[in-house]
């Protein structure tokens, strides 16, 4: 069943719970969601003053976004706003955290797993890592990246696209005032951090500091509001298309048709061969340029 | 097909596992909260879907952007015979 819906959540009412396995000894966390099947988790990591860790590597791609206080990656000193993407099998250096840190660590594809090794697994993707500074070395956009778009006010910072599922993981802000008066949903699972701030969405309600939101596909959110301002962290699974209505009461059955009527109408043709017999099943078609993407199977 | 380092990952320890399993369980406990919690917010919520629809008819519904549309009464939704859910 994947992840189940965890919205609202906020964490800061929780407890951190002691670390110690799976290579992150000195450590504390919080589960924010995990997918009962693949141990695929977000935690929040509560690195104590003094933890270290030897150059190493995990079996799942991994992201890290630094909420506070200071570590070394290797020769890489992190502080607020640092994103990694650290692809499945790419050796990281050592970590050293001297006087304490927290951040978001999101295992991708299976639960928390660590090798020490100096060098990468022969088959690991290198190009897919990242290393930046979301605050200090990257400008806002706008927020209409894909259309229909947010309204103004909502501002981006796109920190990973995979250009195969169109997934990505972005820093965004709401202006105060901010307000959108539409109901959306996506094809996308969708997740997000409030780092600072406080939203409102008319179906959860207010949304402060620390607040956490894993949402499945097909879920109403919405309309918005943010008063003062938020900054948050978020990312989707694949592409974000928008679906704005105005109907409180339509459900995930209902939102799923309309999503399809959707392609229907677009792509036509798509839409027949999809749902055509002997090529209608859960996993993707071939894609010649890039083979065995999602499909793991031989005909 | 391609291979990748995740074909390759070591089968699920027992520690891991009892990991998972704990963890699943609480995440249980927490959702089940989140979902009285949101079936407690349901009157007030009922008032928030009546202030949308009424801005949907005067301000306008936010189609795309900043661009809005004011929708008719006539094609104001109305609420089905169901009860309403927000958690899935």
Known sequence: MARPHIEPYVELNEDFKKFDQLGTTGSHYKILSLDVDTGACTLKVRYNAGFSRPPGMSYSDCEIFVLNGLMTVGDTTCVAGHYFFIPAGVATGAINVPQGCEALVMYNDSEPSFIESDTNHPLANTEGFISVNSYEDMPWGGGSIVSPSVATGCMIKILRYDPLSEAISFLYCMAPKFMQDNISYHDCAEESYHIWGTSWMMQFGELPTGGYFWRPPYINHGSFRCELGTLAFGRTDSKLHNYFHFNPWSNVDENILRAGAHLYRQRPDMFKWVASDGHNHPHGPDDFQNPGYNHPHEH | ?88
């Not at chain 2, 349901?42 to 949308?52: G, I, L, Q, S, V």
Request: hydrophobic fraction near 35%; avoid cysteine; proline fraction near 7%.
């Open chain 2, 1 to 88: 097909m391609t291979k990748k380092v995740q074909d390759e990952a070591p089968a699920r320890s027992a520690e891991a596992q009892a990991w998972i399993d704990e963890n699943v369980a609480e995440q249980q406990v927490r959702y089940e909260g989140i979902v009285k919690e949101m079936d407690e917010l349901a009157p007030t919520r009922a008032k928030w879907y009546e202030e949308f629809l009424h801005i949907v008819q005067t301000k306008g519904f936010s189609a795309d952007g900043d661009r809005r549309v004011v929708i008719k009464p006539e094609n104001v939704p109305q609420k089905p015979d169901r009860p309403d859910r927000v958690v899935f």
